[in-house]
């Protein structure tokens, strides 16, 4: 019977969709197309060429295994990546964040207000600082349930995120009923009517409140 062993020129071939695939740190479609490219060109090669046979098929063969092989490999491992850098980010933002709010928590604040302090002093210029709390908070729970008292949190809180959009702006939950917010190159003329917005913001939201003195 006929022995088909793979000449020696056939192995280097293999070594092209290893080196792409494992040592060369292609992303996965770029590594599949330098791949697929190099076994399209061997299969037009052969054909231009009048190569057949088992012994060419068998090459061809192998050529696409190694090739599946690869590209799945590739596939897996850049996906659990993936997840992984999802699962870190999404656990960053979590420990940075209020779960009940949304907002940046009180570590995230001080981290963030001491970094743009340091840039406001380098660069001479403004920065504003804003404290709120909502007033009569404790009777509004004592009346009306701690249910009822999170989702006015959380409507107050979407009320101030939305008057600190730029990027050096934060505000965050200090604590219970306490928010705290700074926005950088404004003077207290300029943080003026984003106060009374704010104020307005909450007001219109029309929440009963029959335990408040005002």
């Given at each position: ?12 071939l ?11 740190g ?10 697929g ?6 299969i037009?090669a052969?054909?231009n060429?009048g190569?057949?046979?088992k ?5 061809v ?6 090739n ?18 999802l699962r870190?980010?999404?656990?960053r ?12 928590n ?18 001479n ?17 004592d009346?009306?349930?701690?249910i ?9 809180a ?9 990027p050096?702006?934060?505000c ?5 009923e ?37």
């Amino acid at each position: 019977s006929a022995n088909y062993f793979m000449p020696r020129h056939y192995e280097g071939l293999l070594l092209i969709p290893i080196h792409c695939y494992v040592f060369r740190g292609l992303l996965f479609n770029r590594a599949l197309f330098a791949t697929g490219m190099g076994l399209a060109s061997y299969i037009a090669a052969g054909l231009n060429f009048g190569l057949d046979g088992k012994e060419w098929g068998y090459q061809v063969l192998f050529l696409i295994i190694a090739n599946i092989l690869g590209a799945g490999s590739l596939f897996m491992i850049e996906r659990a990546a993936r997840d992984n850098f999802l699962r870190r980010h999404v656990m960053r933002e979590m420990a940075l964040r209020d779960p009940l709010t949304g907002l940046f928590n009180r570590r995230a604040f001080l981290d963030q207000f001491e970094r743009v302090l340091r840039e406001a002093v380098r660069e001479n210029g403004n920065l504003s600082v804003m404290v709120l709390d909502v007033d009569w908070f404790k009777q509004f729970n004592d009346r009306y349930g701690h249910i009822a008292g999170d989702r006015v949190l959380q409507q107050v809180a979407h009320v101030i995120a939305t008057s600190a959009r730029r990027p050096l702006d934060i505000c965050a939950r200090w604590g219970g009923e306490e928010f705290v917010g700074f926005w950088y190159g404004l003077n207290p003329e300029g943080l003026g009517p984003i106060m009374r917005r704010i104020v307005e913001s909450v007001a219109a939201l029309q929440n009963p409140h029959e335990a408040s003195a005002t």
